[in-house]
């Protein structure tokens, strides 16, 4: 078995890091939840914050050259896979200067120089990717690794079930992360899926080891996605990891949520919040000043702060652009 | 007559712990924990037992326990169940639930409770059900507490309890239990198998299965046939389950300690572990445990993360009564107790 070294040793600055990723994440997403509802932003937008301990959890233990397939709720790991910030932002605005030149938004929001291939429109879209990126690391004998995000829901996906069966016959470094918020769209996991509210399950049908841990514990998301890549670089195969978390806000910006208790998200905030319980860990182990994550708040703020600031006086792309970067040319 | 009431906690959650990538741990599936429940419940309904009060069980257990219920038709439908009845409580879905499923219980007066789940579980339910009897089935993987054994069997034995249909003593065993002091808050927590200081500093993903990690343990058994903590003390100094005592252990890394003994760790791993010390702890010694910048870690899991000005004591104490199902059936052999019934029959088989 291979294993990673647990995060007991991380360094200040490490630690400092890894709050930097999920308040940059949650700032980005408070930021958008703002702005969209005044009508500057084109297309649809869905906000990944409480999610947060997620994408930078797995994320960390990925190299430059290591790939990532994301879904819809995209933004938070593109920025955890180390996307630029402030070109993201212009990207969700549909300006020239966006990640994707305007083109892709906020749900094709991608840069594969960076081992991001992607948000995706398509429920499920992403688990195949990831087959792909496995098997081409694997003709190719190096020891990259493809990592899929998926929800609950895109769980139900005949590509998310072929994908691990993929990797499973093909024995794949390959590892499929779940982010398991509760709802598919507006329905609770409780009524679509079908063997119960267990999506690791999905992973014994096809003989994948499958692990489920808090989604809100950034620690606890380290050590078990450690412990899923490691094994998957190491030639161990495929697995499986449920996070079980909760989203802050609705499918979309606008849903009204009406499938939601009343309280139920004032309730997630106050009690289940990944930075808040980071926060609280670091600081009372005395590793961190609750100073120093205050200073990180101020320069993140600061930072979403001009990257809107930027996409709202970014030009918008030509019609002369229109034809450009749509094929890829082999 | 008064209606016999069972409680029944069967957890959702066991068995899906980090093991399975690090140590190839099984994988006990949530739709055989629903089973598990339908094959107690014709226990216990053979044994007299009018009602099963259930914990709510998501996850695919109460599926799977509604199919199997609902699926009953020829022979099956003629054996006499228990009426089920699922708690109206608030669904936590974590340790909270169990607590709370107990204390509703015990208000409403089960002679028993059936728990299947692993050590964890059990630790929770032990904490917060009196002496009301436990019956504990294994679901967990790295279990030394509950039993590996057929829900039927202990159906039979854990109803035969419930009705109180034996005579004499001898049916049940009072476990040891460990009570954790954390800066003098004596109702921390509780464990029934080992509470273990490791220097990993977070919870994180839970398990403990990082063995040169751990400096210092209090084991209330030490069975040479566990998985864990239990049985690196049984290479140590056996202590039987039934005795009063417990033990204190001081670990460290193989290479700097006088005594390395070689152990299945977790499901999957035997590894070298450490021993420095060993030491007897009597029924109502407290233990100062050794502070460090680490985690408290209870019955295999870590609990809570400690820094090293926290001061915790870890009292050996009485713990829950728990039906011995081998000596139940015995006596109910030799008392003739399940020789036809003591109930109005059902139609026969």
Redesign the interface.
């Known amino acids: 078995m291979t294993t990673t070294a647990p995060p007991d040793q991380a360094s200040k600055q490490q630690l400092l890091e890894w709050y930097r990723t999920m308040r940059t994440i949650r700032e980005f997403e408070e930021r958008l939840h703002k702005e969209f509802a005044t009508g500057e932003i084109p297309g649809f937008v869905h906000l990944y914050a409480g999610e947060e301990a997620i994408a930078t959890g797995v994320i960390t233990h990925l190299r430059l050259d290591d790939y990532i397939a994301s879904t819809h709720r995209g933004h938070g790991h593109a920025i955890a896979k180390g996307c630029d910030v402030r070109a993201m932002m212009a990207e969700i605005y549909g300006k020239r200067d966006g990640l994707c030149h305007g083109k892709g938004g906020s749900m094709h929001i991608a840069d594969v120089d960076k081992g991001m291939l992607g948000a995706n429109g398509i429920v499920g879209g992403g688990p195949p990717m990831i087959c792909g990126v496995g098997l081409s690391a694997k003709i190719r004998g190096t020891d990259q690794v493809g990592v899929s995000f998926t929800g609950d829901g895109g769980s139900n996906q005949g590509t998310f079930l072929e994908s691990l069966n993929l990797a499973a016959v093909w024995h794949l470094p390959c590892v499929y992360v779940v982010e398991n918020n509760g709802y598919a769209e507006a329905t609770s996991v409780k009524y679509h899926a079908g063997a119960g509210t267990d999506i690791v399950k999905r992973a014994d049908g096809f003989g994948l080891p499958g692990v489920v841990v808090d989604g809100h514990d950034f620690f606890a998301v380290y050590e078990a996605a450690g412990e899923a890549i490691a094994r998957a670089r190491g030639g161990g195969g495929p697995s499986l990891l449920e996070c079980r978390v909760n989203r802050y806000y609705g499918h979309f910006e606008g849903d009204q949520q009406t499938y939601r208790a009343p309280g139920e998200v004032e309730e997630l905030r106050r009690t289940r919040d990944c930075l808040d319980l980071f926060a609280r860990q670091v600081t009372s182990a005395g590793l961190v000043d609750a100073e120093e994550l205050r200073r990180v708040d101020e320069e993140v703020a600061r930072l979403i702060d001009d990257a809107v600031a930027d996409a709202k006086a970014a030009p918008e792309p030509d019609p002369s652009d229109l034809l450009t970067d749509v094929y890829v040319k082999y | 007559m008064a209606t016999v009431s069972v409680g029944v906690v069967a957890n ?2 066991s068995g ?3 093991r ?5 741990a099984s ?1 006990f ?3 055989e924990k629903g089973a598990m429940v339908h094959r107690l419940m014709a226990g216990l309904g053979a044994a007299g037992v009018d009602r099963v009060i259930m914990m709510p069980a ?7 326990l509604q199919r199997h219920l609902g699926g009953r038709t020829g022979h099956l439908a003629a054996q006499r169940l228990p009426e089920l009845e699922v708690l109206d409580m608030v669904v936590h ?1 974590d340790e909270r639930d169990s607590a709370a499923a107990v204390r509703a219980m015990a208000e409403r007066r089960v002679a028993a409770i059936v728990v299947l789940g692993g050590d964890g579980t059990h630790r929770v339910v032990a904490a917060h059900c009196g002496d009301i009897p436990l019956c504990a089935l294994s679901t967990g993987t790295n279990n030394a507490f509950p039993e590996l054994r057929e829900a039927t069997v202990a159906g039979v034995a854990a109803g035969l309890v419930a009705t109180a249909r034996l005579e004499g003593d001898g049916l049940l065993r009072r476990e040891k239990q460990l009570q954790v002091n954390v800066n003098g808050d004596v109702r921390r927590d509780s464990a029934l198998v080992d509470v273990a200081v490791t ?8 398990a403990l299965w ?1 063995a040169d ?1 751990i400096s210092e343990a209090v084991v209330t058994f030490a069975s040479p046939g566990a998985v864990g903590l239990s049985a690196v003390a049984a290479a140590v100094s056996p202590v039987p389950r039934a005795a009063r005592h417990g033990l204190h252990l001081r670990l460290a890394p193989p290479e700097r300690a006088p005594t390395v003994v070689t152990v299945p760790f977790a499901p999957g791993l035997v590894t070298e572990v450490g021993v420095v010390q060993a030491r007897r702890v009597e029924p109502g010694q407290a233990v100062p445990l050794t502070p460090l ?2 985690c408290l870690a209870l019955d295999g899991e870590r609990e809570l ?1 400690l ?1 090293p000005s926290d001061r915790v004591t870890v009292r050996l104490a009485e713990g829950p009564l728990v039906i011995d199902v081998d000596a139940v059936l015995a006596r109910a052999a030799r008392q003739r107790a399940l020789n036809g019934s003591a109930r109005p029959r059902a139609p026969t088989l």
């Open positions: 959702p959650a899906r712990d980090v399975r990538l690090v140590t190839g994988v599936d949530n739709a998501g996850s695919g257990v109460s599926q799977s879905e220097t990993e500093r977070w919870v994180g993903a839970r990082r990690t910048a680490g993360e820094g």
